[in-house]
């Protein structure tokens, strides 16, 4: 059984557990204990990816405001974790999503929301084996867990429709693929990580398997030396394009050294949105998708 067959199957047996998952405290990224007495009804997302599962869940009129960044909801104020913390605490909220970035870089934000009675929960599954619990627990902050259960179902069956159409590839022509996460640092994705999930759920051979993941994060440090010394055997150059990585079709056939990539030579680099590659939202089932066909046109 390959790579994505188990990871399938994976999908299969948490949904065989979705209904367990639903009981208890949570407990977030950072530690933090919540107990849910009640669904959150006035909640801030200063994460697109919170406010993205949020509305596919149908808690659009429980979101007040949003990140500076998160074009979702144009019509609500825009916030910042930068921000003074009063002007948070002025649209009265009671629960602030947050992601482990935030608490680690601005504790004080987090320390004056919690003094002011205002719980805050931070969240960013790294890998896919935190996906459904991530969903789950999003459902159950704003009473939507019946729609969160629907999702992961959803997840479930697109992937299997996806899976079809990758059995039909023989493995003998499977693609070998280096999937850049960051240009300017070369760095590429962690084994476990979201976006690799999708390489492979595609129908891709990660050639970068052996990335050492940074932190807890979902980067891998490689560098332009581990690259070009599997230049001959990289099929298609694949990279995540948006804020993180700003990087364009001609800045990788113009790096240095680049040139004696097979993908490089024959053409074959692509970019795919970032949101669709490593948010864990819906969108994952359109990045594989589109991974998909770019591999195999």
Known sequence: MGTYMKRLLCVVVLLCYVGLAFAGPIVDADGR????????QRIISLYPAHTRNLLDMGAKKQIVAVGRSDHQMQSLPKLSFRDDPERLLALRPDLVLIRPMISRAYPQLVSRLEQSGVRVVSLQPAAMDALFRYW????????????????????????????RKVRRIPQAE???VYFESIHKRMKTFAPGSMAIFVLESAGGINVAADAVQVRKTNIAAYGKEHILAKAGVIDV???????MNPVTVEMIKNEPGFQVIKAVKNNRIYLVDEKLVSRPTMGLLEGI???????YP
């Open 33 to 40: 204990v919540t107990v849910v007495e009640k669904p959150f």
């Open 136 to 163: 789950q627990t999003l459902g159950r902050l704003s009473g939507h867990e019946q729609e969160a259960k629907r999702m992961i179902t959803s997840f479930g069956r697109g992937l299997a429709e996806i899976n």
């Open 174 to 176: 499977r693609k070998r």
């Open 237 to 243: 150059f694949l990279a995540q394009q948006g804020r």
């Open 289 to 295: 998708s589109q991974v998909f066909n770019l591999l």
